[in-house]
């Protein structure tokens, strides 16, 4: 019996979100909204999207001794995650830079701060959490190291999620673990260099060529590709139309949502459908973990 549906390893930010009527060329300065400081960062975006649909959901990041840190521990309480895994000091939170253009879309940068103090370590130190775990996700918000020894920590019977952002290099050990692998064409592009293809199946075949067990790839708003098992069945997931106010966090509620379905028993092409809504949903409000649905609000629609 497991205690939790869903262990996220990975980041907390404190998201400064300013909305612009165009991102700026460079060398060029704009004038944007009033500064929104909301909670943030891969990890616990996930956390809370999937425990706002209902999954037992636990949490290991880092964050600081400060304002930000208290910040992102009392939005996940909020939301119902497990905050045990959560640890506190090392360097100031994390803290993310993120400009929002009237069609929705964002640019984001990100300093670290205590995400890349998430070591190793502390991952061996949360054996418990992960043995009661029935599926585990990581981002590449924290350092590579650590998302290594989360694979190596994963209990038998245990799933592995991985959305490979921001892209690096994974080694052997991490891709064939991933069930499913879940990129971006961004993401995507970056993993496979030169030898990617023109469309999002060449895409697909050429990552499960490299390991993984199943590869999942976002299309915005048009819906999701999922590819597991061969790399020629492919099937295409088809997302709601609706009006887009903020991206942010999007593909964090996605991500969340598919965990949370595949440790149902849901197969993966199931598990995407009802992801894809998720992301939908998420992407008619502003803000990140403030955006996310319930599953009420989810099948509902």
């Excluded at 612009?20 to 460079?26: E, K, S, T």
């Excluded at 064939?176 to 023109?198: K, Q, W």
């Excluded at 590709?225 to 099937?235: E, K, M």
Aim: aromatic share 4%; net charge negative; charged share 20%.
């Amino acid at each position: 019996m497991y205690d939790y549906d869903l262990l996220v390893v990975g980041s907390a930010n404190a998201d400064l979100v300013i909305g612009v009527d165009r991102r700026p060329a460079p060398g060029e300065t704009v004038l944007g909204s009033d500064l929104v400081v909301h909670p943030g960062g891969k990890g616990a975006n996930q956390a809370v999207a999937a425990a706002r649909l209902g999954a037992r959901t636990a949490l290991l990041a880092r964050v600081g001794d400060d304002g930000h840190g208290r910040l992102l521990i009392d939005s996940q309480r909020a939301a119902g995650v497990d905050t045990v895994g959560m640890l506190v000091g090392g360097a100031p939170t994390g803290v993310a830079l993120i400009t929002v253009d009237p069609s929705g879309d964002n640019s984001i940068v990100v300093s670290p701060g205590a995400n890349a103090r998430l070591a190793p370590q502390d991952v061996r130190a949360a054996a418990s959490l992960f043995q009661a775990s029935r599926v585990v996700s990581a981002q590449l918000e924290i350092p590579l190291e650590t998302v290594v020894e989360t694979v190596r920590s994963l209990a038998f019977g245990s799933r592995f999620v991985l959305n490979p952002s921001p892209p690096a290099r994974l080694p052997a050990a991490v891709l064939t673990a991933c069930d499913p692998l879940i990129v971006n064409e961004h993401e995507a592009r970056f993993i496979l260099g030169d030898s990617a293809g023109p469309a999002p199946e060449d895409w697909a075949r050429a990552l499960l060529l490299r390991g993984p067990r199943s590869v999942v790839i976002t299309l915005g708003a048009a819906g999701a590709l999922v590819a597991a098992g061969s790399t020629n069945s492919f099937v295409r997931v088809a997302s709601p139309q609706v009006d887009v106010v903020d991206t942010t966090g999007a593909g964090d509620a996605f991500t969340a949502a598919l965990a949370w379905r595949l440790g149902l028993g849901e197969d993966l092409a199931e598990a995407a459908a009802f992801a894809v809504r998720v992301g939908a949903a998420a992407v008619t409000r502003p803000g990140a973990q403030e955006s996310y649905p319930t599953a009420e609000e989810v099948f509902a629609r």
